[in-house]
């Protein structure tokens, strides 16, 4: 059954990997535990990806494995509706921005081992 | 991989794993130069920006730098949609037809002007800010060339003309970090939203023919090529499913 959300998507990624014998064929990235999945982004060296729930209430990193991409591990970000957050190239830190009073943009910085921290220009 | 510098593979793995270790992260922020822009607005305020400001982050250490001016002022604001990068670890950048490096004191500063030719889109440097590379497209031709240019002279190193019949990319390409993989879409379903899928590796000067990784796919957005070629990422939108 189709639904539409609001606004929202739902992301669905394909990934095709080298091999010594060429390129695999293209597989999909099934992330297990995460609902209403969104793709935000990925740390460039693809070992890496983010994703949200639909309601933008979390985040979640997860990674790729040898049995396939990890369950996210969450974190609540500092604002309710961050905008599409980015990911360093190493993948372990997240930078989103947005407002809590609609005025002053703030910056947000998640290091994957520590708490949220929070710049403000 | 930088075959132009006797750099192997595996030593280029080696300085990715030392930036890595290093975690020493730069990145680009301009929304305090925005709530500037907002408060000091002028008549120009919609075409530039006044000044290009970088935070630097260390992870391991849980610290973010004040604001480290570049130094770099009257930027359009047309070359922040398209026309930037910042290498691996932000000691350089290219904005707006300038080459800036972080030199050894810390300081940004111009290196040099390298002006792309043509319609262009989508610069890229690679992870050591040696090599930039961009689509390059002449006012109404259709026969687009992906250049890479010597970031240290501003010169031509070698350009992939797309093939004759693949040559509706429509800027529907992306390039590894060590650019020497190309992924785009040839799309030949005028109309469907469909595309093919195509991998070019290149090899110093010359480059492979293309391979044919996935046909007739939904195309949405660029495709994502990981730092070392080795991945290529599709995302794709759909209408939730229960």
């Known amino acids: ?121 | 991989m930088y075959m132009e510098n006797n750099i192997s593979r595996k030593d280029a793995a080696q300085m990715k794993r030392r930036f890595i270790s290093n975690c020493m992260i730069y990145l680009l922020v301009l929304p305090g130069l925005i709530r500037q822009a907002l408060a000091d607005r002028s008549d120009d305020f919609f075409d530039h920006l006044n000044e290009l400001l970088v935070y630097e982050i260390s992870p391991e250490e849980g610290t973010i730098s004040e604001f480290i001016s570049t130094g770099i002022t009257d930027i359009p604001l047309s070359a922040l949609s398209d026309d930037w990068s910042a290498n691996y670890d932000g000691s350089a950048i290219y904005i707006d037809r300038k080459f800036i490096v972080l030199d050894t004191n810390n300081q940004y500063k111009i290196e040099r002007e390298i002006h792309l030719e043509g319609i262009t889109r989508h610069p890229c440097l690679d992870s050591e800010g040696k090599i930039i590379t961009y689509l390059k497209r002449e006012p109404g031709d259709n026969n687009p060339s992906i250049r890479f240019l010597d970031t240290s002279t501003g010169q031509l190193i070698t350009q992939y003309t797309v093939l004759k019949q693949h040559r509706e990319i429509l800027f529907s390409y992306d390039i590894s970090a060590d650019a020497n993989t190309i992924a785009y879409f040839f799309i030949p379903y005028s109309g469907t939203g469909l595309g093919d899928l195509y991998v070019v590796d290149r090899k110093e000067t010359y480059f492979t023919d293309p391979i044919l990784i996935q046909d007739r796919t939904f195309v949405e957005s660029p495709p994502r090529v990981s730092s070392g070629g080795n991945r290529i990422f599709l995302f794709r939108s759909v209408c939730g499913t229960d």
């Not at chain 1, 095709?16 to 992330?31: A, F, M, N, Q, Y």
């Not at chain 1, 947005?98 to 910085?109: A, H, L, M, V």
């Open chain 1, 1 to 121: 059954m189709y639904h539409l959300v609001g606004i929202e998507y739902f992301y669905l990624d394909q990934y095709v990997e080298r091999t010594k014998d060429g390129w695999t064929s293209p597989c999909k990235i099934v992330v297990e535990n995460a609902t209403n999945t969104v793709f935000h982004g990925l740390a460039r060296d693809g070992t890496l990806a983010l994703v949200s729930s639909s309601l933008y209430d979390e985040v979640g990193l997860t990674e790729k494995t040898e049995n396939g991409w990890s369950s996210p591990q969450y974190f609540t970000p500092k604002i309710p509706v961050p905008n599409s957050p980015l990911i360093s190239e190493d993948g372990n830190v997240v930078v989103y921005s947005g407002s809590n009073d609609r005025k002053e943009p703030t910056i947000y910085f998640y290091f994957r081992e520590g708490d949220s921290t929070k710049l403000e220009p």
